[in-house]
Structures are given as C-alpha cells and as structure tokens.
C-alpha cells in the first residue's frame, strides 16, 4: 500500500483552489504549509508538485521570492532523493537528482524569460521632452 498524507494534499487541492480564484497570497500560503509537511512526509512528491510555490510567487509578480525559492528547491535536490529513494544506490540517487535539477533549471529559465517579458511590457516609453 502507498503511503498518504490526506492533509497535505488537503493543502495542495486549497491552494489551487485559491489560485483558481487569483488569490495569490492565499494559495502561497497554503503552499507554503504544504512544503513544510512535503518535507516530513511519507509520500515522495514530484519535483512538479515541489515546482508550485516558486511558480505561483511569479504569478504573483513575486519574482525575487520565486527565484530564492527555486535555489532552495534546487539545493535541497539531493536530500530530497536521497530520502524518496533510500534503497537506490548513490549512483541511481545522483542520476535522479540530476533529472530533476534539469527539470528546475528549466523553469528557472521560463520563469526569467516571462519575468524579462512582463518588465519590457511593464516599461512605459519616455516622454520627450519639448524642444
């Protein structure tokens, strides 16, 4: 039988619940209690699941508490694994990691480029001043 943590996932199913409805600092929140129970808990979550509170803080226009966020995620990698997978060998362990680092670095790099966008959308042209 799987393990399950019914509260987190009651935490996960609020924060989208609050995310469906555009309130960010609720969902946040949410999410953030999550994170805190994901890290004792005896369910392995995906690495998409991890993902949640650094992409809902750029939604948010959060942008630099998204990107600490992500160096977290992408520093706490290795233990993550290392306690979803204790019976793999450290060689399987790293290769998890590194799959998984993949995927973070690639929505860091999404996560920039839409951050690099909205700044461009964001800027207002100068006015010009009269001769």
């Known amino acids: 039988m799987f393990a399950q943590d019914h509260e987190t996932d009651a935490l996960l199913r609020e924060a989208t619940q609050w995310s469906d409805a555009k309130d960010w600092d609720r969902a946040i929140a949410c999410l953030r209690q999550a994170n805190a129970r994901m890290k004792v808990s005896p369910v392995s979550y ?3 699941t991890w993902l949640r509170l650094p992409l809902y803080l750029q939604k948010a226009e959060r942008f630099d508490e998204a990107m600490i966020e992500f160096t977290k995620l992408a520093d706490e990698t290795g233990g993550r694994i ?15 990691a590194k799959q998984e ?31």
């Not at 019976?87 to 362990?93: E, F, G």
């Not at 670095?105 to 690099?116: G, P, T, V």
């Open 46 to 48: 995906p690495v998409q």
């Open 82 to 96: 290392a306690r979803a997978f204790p019976h793999q060998s450290k060689a399987k362990q790293q290769v998890f």
């Open 101 to 131: 680092l993949a995927v973070i670095q690639d929505k860091i790099h999404l996560a920039k480029e839409r951050e690099a966008k909205l700044q461009a959308k964001n800027k207002k042209p100068a006015l010009s001043k009269p001769d």
